[in-house]
C-alpha cells in the first residue's frame, strides 16, 4: 500500500516562500507520475504541478516561474518550492501519485498554506 505524507505548510507574508514536502513509502519507485494539487475554500482541487518518472514537469498557469516541482529519488520525496507567494495560493495542498505496479491513484491528507500578512 502507497502512502504519501505531505509536510511544509504554514503561514507566510504575501511575496515569501516555502517548500512543501511528500514522502513516499515504501518507495518512490512504486510510483509513476507525481503532482501537487491545492483546494482552496469554495473552490475545486486544481494540479498545480506534476513530474514524471522521467523528470519531465508540467506547471498550472497561475504558478508558472514560482513553484519548482522536484523530486529526490534517494529520499523518496517530493518537493514544491514556492516563490512570491501571493493571497491566492492560500490552500490545502495535496500530494498525489499514481501507482506504478498498482495503476491505483493515490492522496495524501493534504497540508494548509496561508499566505497573508
Known amino acids: 500500500q502507497v502512502q504519501l505524507v505531505e509536510s511544509g505548510g504554514g503561514l507566510v507574508q504575501p511575496g515569501g516562500s516555502l517548500r512543501l514536502s511528500c514522502v513516499v513509502s515504501?518507495?518512490?519507485?512504486?510510483?509513476?507520475?507525481m503532482g501537487w494539487y491545492r483546494q482552496a475554500p469554495g473552490k475545486e482541487r486544481e494540479l498545480v504541478a506534476a513530474i514524471t518518472r522521467g523528470g519531465s514537469t508540467n506547471y498550472g498557469g497561475s504558478v508558472k516561474g514560482r513553484f519548482d516541482i522536484s523530486r529526490d529519488n534517494a529520499k523518496n520525496t517530493v518537493y514544491l518550492q514556492m516563490f512570491s507567494l501571493k493571497p491566492e495560493d492560500t490552500a490545502v495542498y495535496y500530494c498525489?501519485?499514481?501507482?506504478?505496479?498498482?495503476?491505483?491513484?493515490?492522496w495524501g491528507k493534504g497540508t494548509l498554506v496561508t499566505v497573508s500578512s
Open positions: 515504501p518507495s518512490i519507485f512504486s510510483i509513476n507520475a
Open positions: 498525489n501519485a499514481d501507482g506504478r505496479f498498482t495503476g491505483v491513484n493515490y
